[in-house]
């Protein structure tokens, strides 16, 4: 089997830091705020039986500048490639995920019923929780159907953060003076 090259780079602003990886198809995978190279190096063992990961700032810099932009609050969706791998299901719900609008959550019970199976929330919540994208697929958006922010792989401060981020650029959009 051919050995797989992936290229990462790390992306830094203000508080935000987080690795990316790409193939040359597009963007694999973001990691969780503020975790060693470790955590890269652990997910791409579970995955892949042969890859090689380089350092590679220019062939990340598209990803970086749209992930900049974000977290500046300039926009509110990414037009990146994305090369993605998952169960039929995994993907399905991740795309799921994607149409969530920015500045608004949805339980994970109102995700299954989208899918046409109410009764499916926990199988969503652990697709969900195998979300390799943070930030880009929005697993963030998803919330218990208390309301309670429950599950994120970044962990539930670093949820809280983008679910702030969205609403206070959501709500100064939509105030009009």
């Not at 090689?52 to 900049?68: D, I, S, T, V, W």
């Not at 309301?147 to 962990?155: A, C, E, N, Q, T």
């Amino acid at each position: 089997m051919k050995q797989t090259k992936h290229y990462w780079s790390l992306f830094t602003l203000d508080q935000w830091k987080v690795y990316l990886i790409a193939t040359n198809k597009g963007l694999c995978y973001i990691g969780t705020q503020d975790k060693k190279f470790k955590e890269v190096t652990n997910y791409f063992n579970s995955k892949f039986s042969d890859y090689h990961l380089e350092r590679n700032n220019e062939k990340l810099q598209p990803y970086l500048a749209e992930l900049n932009t974000y977290f500046q609050q300039q926009s509110t969706f990414f037009t990146f490639p994305l090369d993605i791998n998952g169960t039929e299901f995994q993907l399905t719900v991740w795309n799921e995920l994607r149409k969530i609008p920015y500045g608004r959550t949805l339980s994970y019970s109102q995700i299954a019923s989208n899918l046409g199976s109410p009764n499916s929330a926990r199988a969503v919540a652990k697709a969900i929780s195998a979300n390799p994208m943070l930030v880009v697929i929005p697993c963030h958006r998803v919330i218990g159907k208390n309301g309670d922010l429950v599950g994120y792989r970044g962990g539930i401060e670093m949820k809280k953060q983008l679910l702030e981020l969205e609403v206070r650029k959501f709500y100064s959009d939509s105030i009009s003076y």
